[in-house]
């Protein structure tokens, strides 16, 4: 799965499409970074899972809030929001 991760976002990239992930994903990664691999997590260290973050927020653009997230996906009206929240 990684390799195919990484094969997409090489071929968005090379379409200069602009990738971006929430605030939320951070917060996702960072609690299963620091998790004990024996408790289905990564095993990082605070250190390493610090780096880590530090680099995804080099190679992404983050939108931090959700007005900011639904400006970037042209919510039009609050029924085209709504209708995001739930999907």
Do not use: C, H
């Not at 080099?58 to 929240?85: H, P």
Request: glycine fraction near 4%; avoid cysteine.
């Amino acid at each position: 799965m990684y390799a195919d991760t990484l094969n997409a976002i090489s071929t968005l990239r090379g379409a200069e499409e602009e990738l971006f992930i929430t605030s939320q994903n951070l917060i996702e990664f960072w609690r299963s970074a620091t998790r004990p691999a024996q408790r289905n997590g990564l095993g990082l260290t605070i250190a390493e899972a610090r780096t880590e973050l530090e680099r995804l927020e080099g190679l992404f653009l983050v939108l931090r809030t959700y007005a900011k997230i639904a400006k970037k996906l042209n919510f039009s009206n609050r029924q085209d929001a709504k209708s995001a929240e739930n999907s």
